[in-house]
């Protein structure tokens, strides 16, 4: 037969121990309650991670165009440089060949003014 301390201690024990369940049931429904009241946060944040890479996605595109278009103003600027240095070439060709030609002309005339000396 149990004694009337250990049937008190028993009781406590009981006690205790529903105490620790309700305790720990409480715990339990603050951090459901806790996490619930962050859902709208997180959901905020996902929501602006997910328009960020919307952004960075639409960024690198863009860049992606301007280099693109750089690419192609650098090869237009090379080609007028080319252009523009050919026609120097045959400018100087001209001039050259102008030059030739004055040469001979000198050159025969020199050379009747030689031999009819």
């Known amino acids: ?3 009337q301390r250990e049937a008190q ?3 406590e024990l009981s006690n205790l121990t529903r105490q620790r369940q309700l305790l720990a049931s409480v715990n339990y429904r603050r951090a459901i309650i806790e996490e619930l009241e962050r859902l709208p946060r997180n959901l905020m ?4 991670r997910e328009h960020l890479k919307r952004i960075q996605k639409t960024v690198l595109v863009e860049v992606l165009e301007l280099e693109k278009e750089l690419c192609l103003q650098r090869e237009v600027q090379l080609a ?3 252009n523009n240095l050919t026609r120097q ?3 100087i060709i001209d001039e050259r060949h102008s030059f030739i030609g004055e ?14 000396r």
């Open 89 to 91: 070439l045959l400018d």
């Open 103 to 116: 040469l001979k002309k000198r050159l025969l005339t020199n050379v009747m003014a030689y031999k009819t």
């Open 45 to 48: 944040a996902y929501k602006t």
């Open 1 to 3: 037969m149990q004694t």
């Open 80 to 82: 007028t440089e080319i």
């Open 9 to 11: 201690q028993a009781n």
